[in-house]
DNA sequence: TATGAATGAGTTTTCATTCAT
DNA sequence: AATGAATGAAAACTCATTCAT
C-alpha cells in the first residue's frame, strides 16, 4: 500500500543523472543549440514526456547538465592536488591523461564552451558557469604553486599559468571531434614539459 | 554596358562579404545550431528575404563564413611565418598578439568549434574544415622548427607543438566571451615562454 | 461481513463527495477547459491515480460536480419557496442573501457558465445542464406568483421575472472573483426593490 | 521597389484587428481554456503560423481581444449616454435591445468572465480587466444619475443601479448559448420597468 | 532587387490515462 | 486501494524558405 518514500526519492534522484549524463552525450552528438529533447530521451531509453517529469524544460535539463559536469570536475581536480602521494608534475600528469581519456569530457567541454558564448542562454547561468570555472582554476594553481615551491614547476604567476594549463587542455579536447580528429599525435610527456622547470 | 555588369558583380561581390562578416558575428552570439536567417538580416542590416538573394541557403552562408575565416587565417600565418625580418619567437609572439586582441577571431573560434563538433552540420563541411585546420597548422610548425634550429624554441615533434601553441591560443580565446571574461590575466610572454627554450 | 460492505460502499461515496467539492473549487479557479486532474487531485490532497479509483475520467467528475451544485441548488430554492412562514419578499431576500454570501456559489455559478458555454464539453451534458437550469427556474417563479397575488412583487410575466432575478443574481456572482472584486457595493435591499411593487 | 511603409503599417493593423474579431468568435464558440491555435487561424482563413506574426503567444491574442472587447464597449455605451435626442429611459432600452441583439456579445462576455475568473491568466491582465469594467459603469451611471434628476427612473445609489443593470443584461447574455438557449422570452421592456421609476 | 508576411514541417511542451509497485 | 512515474497523442510555438508586391 504505502510507498517506501526514501526509496522513491533515491530512485528519482538517480534516474535524473542517469538522464543528464545521456542528455550530455546527447548534446555532444549534436551541440546545445541542435540537440532535441527526443535525442535526450532516445539516449536515455525513456518517453519523451518522461524527460518533463524530471526536468521543467530543455534549458533546465543544460543548466543541470553543466552544473553536474562543473561540480565533478572541482572534486576531480581538487582530489588530485591534495593527494600527498604524488609530486606536483605526477599531478598535471594525472589531470592531463585523465582527462584527455575520457571520452565525455570532450562532451562536456564543448558544452561549457556553448552556454558560455550563447546569448540565447539566460546571463545569470552563463554568469554562474563562469565563476565556477574561475574558481575551478584553484586547485591547479595550487599544484603548481607546489610544484614552484620545490623547484620542478616554471616560474610565473600560479593562477596565469593554471589558466593555460586549463585552458590548453580545454583547446585539445575540443579539437577530438570524433571523426573529424587533427591527425597530429597529442602527447601528455609534450604538454607536461611546456610548464616543467628544466632542471641540471 | 560591359562596365556595368563588370560594377554589379563587383558590388554583389562586396554586399556578399559584408553579408559574411555579419552572419560570422551573428553565429558567434548564438551559436552555430541557434542563430536564425533572420539574426543574420538583422546583423547585415538587411531584410530576410535579401539574404537569400545573396545566398542559396542557410547551409550556404555557413559554409561561406567557414571557409572565408579559415582562407583569411592562413594567409595571417603565412605571411609571419614567411616575414624574414622577424625571429622566431617574435614570430609566435606577433601571432598570440594579433589573434587575442581581434575581436572578431572569438567569433571566428567559436564558429569552428561549432561546425566541426555540430552533428546536424553536413558532414562534407566538417571534414574540409578538419583538413584545412590541419593544413594551417603548417606556417606554425614551419616558426616553430625554425626557431628549434637556431636553439630558441623547446625541443619536441614541431608539428606536435604547433598543435598545443594553436589549441592554447584557441583554447584562451574561447574564454574571452564578451561580457563573462576569466578575470585572469592573460600575458603574452607568459605563454611565449612556455614555448621558449632557456638559455644560459 | 455484510456490515463491512456497507460501510466501505458508504465511505467510497464520502470520498467521492468529498473530491466533487474539491474538484468544483479547482474548476471555479482554472476554468473547465484548463483545470486538469492533478489540480483536483491536488485540492482533494490525493493522488492523481486516486482520482481515478473514484471516477471513470475527467469528464466523468465533470458531469458529477455539475450534477451535485443544480440538485441542492433546486433543495435550496425549492425549500425557500415552500416555507409558509416567509412572505414573498423574504423568500427572495432570503435567496439573495445566502446566495450572494456563498462562496462556493461563485465557483459552481462559473462552472455552470463554462459548462452550457464550452463546445469540447459533451452535448448531452450541455443539454441537460440547460434543461436542469430551466427548471430550477420554477422555484423562484412560484414565489414571484404568490407575491403578486397578494400584492407585493411587480406585474409581468413570473417566469421571466425569474429568469431576470436569477440573471440578475448570476451576473452579480460572476463579478466577485476573489481578489478582483467590482468596487461598487451590492445591496440585497436595493436588488429586492427592482423587483417589488410600489404601494401607497 | 520600395515598399509604402505607411501602408504596410496600415494593412498590418487591419489584418491584426481581422484576428481579433474571428478570435473572439473562436473563443465563443469553445470557451478561453479550450480554443486552439488552430482554430483561431482557421476562423482567420490564415495558417498557424501566421497567427504568430501578428501576436507573439496565444495568451497575447487573448488579451488584445478582451482589451479590444472593453474598449468598444465604452465607446458603445458612452456615445448612447451623451446623446442628447434620446430620453433617459429609451437609452437604457437602446443598450439593452442593442447588447442583446448582437452575437458577439455573448462571446465576449464569455471572455470577459473567463479572462477575470481564470487563475492561470496573468494578474495584471486580471486587474486591468476588473478596472475597465469598473470604469465602464460610469456611462450608465450617468445616464441613471440623469433619469433620477428627471423623476424617470427609480432612486438608489447611481453607480449600485448601474452595476445592477450591467450584471443582469451579462448574466442574461451568458444564458443564450447558441443551441443550448433557456425556453424563456427575453423582453426589453420588461427589464426597463424594473429600472423605471412608476408614475401617477 | 528588396521586402517582410505567409506557410507548414518540425520541435517543444502539456496532460489524460495507464500501470508497476 | 493508493501512489506517482511513464507514456504518447495532441497542442503550442519556431523558423527556413517562398512569394506577392
Redesign the pocket.
Known sequence: ?????EK??Q??WE?KQHILECALHAIAKKGVG??????I?RES??????????F??????LKEVVRKGQEEYRIFTKNIAENSDMNSLDKLREICTIWLDLKSNWAYTILLQSVRSNE?VHGELRDTVTKRFTRNLEPISAIIREGQANGTIKDGAPLELAFYFVSLIQGLTLQRVPGYEIPVNIDVEGIIQLFAQKTY
Not at 1 to 5: V, Y
Not at 34 to 39: F, L
Not at 56 to 61: C, H, L, N
Open positions: 500500500m504505502a510507498r517506501n518514500i522513491d526519492k530512485m528519482r534516474r541542435s540537440v532535441e529533447i527526443k535525442d530521451a531509453k525513456i518517453s519523451v514526456g518522461s524527460v518533463y517529469t524530471y521543467k524544460s530543455k534549458d533546465d535539463v540565447t
